[in-house]
């Protein structure tokens, strides 16, 4: 996984504008996770990013109804104004694109940042909504009924990607 | 974010009736909950969709400004439509006129009924009449379950913690839903509470409830670390088991002299609206240790999350708890 991450890190530091701050914000809560990891990485990479925060998408989520009581609001913490940030937003899983449109409405709420990149340690394919990654750790095609887990130290104690 | 499956939620309740029957972890479930509100209103688009498409009724039938307006933005930010009922109704059509009111008003499209009433009870008598949510904004002298809720709030945010300090509230408990409801939630969270004010408006039964009843406020000032000041109500000024107000202020107004005999760092709440010079002076009030209109700031996203919990619990378990 670190060499994954050590490889987003390049690729994002390649693209990264040298005239605007750059922000890292992480989905929570593995993508915050990442988000975190990330930060040190890109400094190596020749591009440490100004900013760093956390978004809770819960409130913007479009299945609010059907998860019903199992929906557990977090802080959202992005204590700088995104406004003119070029942004890479960050998350453990693209599946479906529906956390990504949730999170895009959740930014542009907290402001109008110059640009929203999207970076993902796994892309999994089958998409409902038009969304596509910008930075990519692993792609896995993967049938509907499988699953996908990101097992992250902070949070599950271990680092590993599972296939179900 | 989504609770890990296997897992069970905390908050399951599509009514808020009284802090009563809630226990400790949903009480602080909720506190949790809107400390992630709280954010919300410091962006630059102060709204989540959170509740778009939800219809909030308004229904009050005692007087209220600012439990009301703090309802209304709540449901707003949130995203709800909202809209506004109120009545003052007579006692001799209360029961069967307002399960009647409500039940036209729900058959509208309501999703969640704020109800203000000045009988106790009035909102649970609704759960029975109707389908949707019922939050209970005040009920006669029976709860207020969201200004404790906000006095925890603050009272946490604040000192870092409710569990172990030392809380007095002052004034006229016997008569006060507020203090009832306050009473619930900081001996379920663990501090220890004392209620203070002349014994016709403390009376000695509510030791009964593991409070401390103390008729001499001065002599606990030194030990409380919050001290919750009641508003003093007009209409019992002048009924034969209140002192008079001279008589009142002299006993148990906060003012400057009490005050410099509290700990540096004592926190003085009030509901809200001060009756200035009568239970709390305006230097006081206006002071540092004052957390007033924090309080108010508060109620909004304490009031956030409870709309949110109890339509997330409505929304998965139809006619549910």
């Known amino acids: ?164 | 974010m989504t609770r890990p499956t296997g897992e069970k939620p905390v908050w399951t309740r599509k009514h808020l009736l009284r802090l009563a029957e809630l226990s400790r972890e949903e009480i602080l479930f909720i506190l949790d909950t809107a400390e992630s509100f709280k954010e919300v209103s410091t962006r630059s688009v102060k709204k989540v969709p959170a509740l778009r498409g939800r219809v909030v009724v308004n229904m009050f039938f005692e007087e209220s400004t600012r439990t009301r307006m703090s309802f209304t933005l709540a449901a707003q930010r949130l995203s709800a439509d909202v809209i506004d009922f109120s009545a003052k109704v007579s006692s001799t059509t209360k029961g069967e006129s307002l399960r009647d009111t409500a039940r036209n008003i729900e058959a509208m499209g309501v999703d969640i009924m704020i109800v203000r009433h000045s009988a106790a009870g009035a909102p649970l008598l609704l759960t029975e009449a109707v389908d949707c949510c019922i939050i209970n904004a005040g009920d006669g002298q029976h709860a207020h379950p969201t200004q404790a809720l906000l006095d925890l709030f603050t009272i946490r945010e604040i000192k870092g913690r409710i569990e172990g300090l030392n809380v007095a509230i002052v004034g006229d408990i016997a008569h006060s839903r507020v203090a009832r409801s306050n009473l619930q939630g900081l001996l379920k969270l663990g501090a220890s509470l004392t209620l203070v004010g002349p014994p016709t408006l403390v009376p000695r039964n509510f030791e009964q409830l593991g409070a401390r009843v103390v008729h001499d406020f001065d002599a606990i000032l030194p030990e409380m670390d919050v001290i919750n000041m009641l508003r003093i109500q007009r209409e019992r000024i002048t009924s034969n088991v209140f002192p008079s107000v001279r008589e009142y202020v002299q006993l148990f107004g906060m003012n400057r002299q009490r005050h410099a005999r509290c700990k540096p760092d004592v926190l003085i709440m009030h509901p809200g609206p001060v009756n200035r010079g009568v239970e709390l002076a305006a230097d006081i009030a206006d002071g540092p240790s004052s957390s007033i209109l924090r309080q108010v700031t508060n109620g909004l996203a304490v009031r956030m999350a409870v709309l949110f919990l109890c339509q997330q619990a409505a929304s998965a378990t139809p006619g549910g708890t």
Do not use: C
């Not at chain 1, 987003?8 to 990442?34: F, H, Y």
């Not at chain 1, 940030?85 to 453990?92: E, I, K």
């Not at chain 1, 892309?123 to 038009?130: A, C, I």
């Not at chain 1, 992250?152 to 296939?163: F, K, S, T």
């Open chain 1, 1 to 164: 996984m670190k060499t994954t991450l050590e490889q987003m890190a390049r690729q994002i530091a390649a693209a990264v504008p040298r005239d605007r701050p750059v922000a890292v914000v992480g989905i929570r809560r593995r993508g915050e996770v990442l988000a975190g990891r990330l930060m040190p990485l890109l400094e190596q990479a020749g591009a440490p990013p100004e900013h760093h925060g956390a978004l809770d998408i819960t409130l913007y989520r479009d299945d609010l109804t059907a998860i019903g009581p199992n929906a557990v609001v977090r802080k959202t913490e992005i204590d700088f104004d995104v406004t003119d940030t070029w942004l890479v937003l960050v998350d453990d899983v693209l599946y479906t694109g529906r956390s990504v449109r949730a999170a895009l409405d959740a930014l542009i709420d907290l402001g109008r940042p110059m640009a929203i990149r999207l970076a993902v340690l796994v892309d999994r394919g089958r998409r409902e909504l038009p969304i596509q990654p910008d930075f990519v750790g692993l792609t896995i095609k993967t049938e509907a009924d499988s699953n996908i887990n990101v097992k992250l130290q902070e949070v599950d104690g271990i680092d590993e990607v599972e296939l179900e």
